[in-house]
């Protein structure tokens, strides 16, 4: 996990620095802590594979096929943790793919070439490996109750905007089922650090879509609570494959990857403005580190339930 997200820091062109803070958050976030302390290990695999398959989608595109192939791997490594997180892959590199095409200079027929052949030769690669359950699964006699099991939401919306905005896991930190936390003033800071970023860096290309990719995972996040309830349940009735996700909190690995990557630029662009200061990058990262391990406090000072309790 620390090798992915530190090298998908990099791909934006961050600091070191920078990218400690991005890697250190993706790391620590309460939802990825939950994962752990809940035993819920595959999905915490997904959720720290996930920025290097992203990243080797992203790079496949203007590359050869061996670039694509490369890609088609690690979204299937994705998938043998969860087979979901495809799905959510999917979505982001949609976004990346309609974010591209709405600023695209170059010509339109040469891109979606590109993007289209990425997309063909990922799929072939995906359903070859996954082809040992993939075909049997559709052999086998299942009855329509199970799928309706698997594909039924539950109405009872565990999570509001105020969770997806401040990152806060709806179970933090008992981890009981149905046990909300109430927002916690002091995650506020996260949003205003993260939404800094385009102030500081405006007109940025990689600033700008990964804002968008913030605001569109916290409206997915949410799922049916208010604002506009009815718009998860319209994906959920209507778009295909979006019916796996009765839980909407998997669409916080989305919220959590481009908080980081905000994270990293507010980082970044707070230390050169203050790099005539002595010292000020030493002062400016204990600062932002020990803030980020004040909201994990529950962890180091054995308040949790699971993995990280220091009851026996």
Known sequence: GSLGIWRFAASINLSNAARFITTLFYLTNTYFLLLIDGGQLAIALAFSWFPISFLTVQTSVQGGVKRKILAGITASILGFFDIRFIYILIVLSLIRFLYQLLLLERKKFIFLFE???TAI???IVVLGLHSYWLFPLLK???????????TQTSFL???NLGHSMLTLAPHWFINVFGKITPLQPGFIFIPILVFLAPILRPKNYEV???ISVAIISIFLTKGTSEPLPQVYLWLFNHLPGFSLFRDSTKFFFLVTLSYSMLLGVTADEIIKRFKSLKKAKIIILVILTSYLLFLIKPVWSGKMTGTFSSRP
């Open 121 to 123: 030769v990922i799929m």
């Open 157 to 159: 919306s565990f999570i």
């Open 208 to 210: 700008g879509f990964w």
């Open 115 to 117: 993007w289209m052949g």
């Open 140 to 150: 086998a006699p299942i009855s329509s109750n199970t799928y309706q099991f698997f």
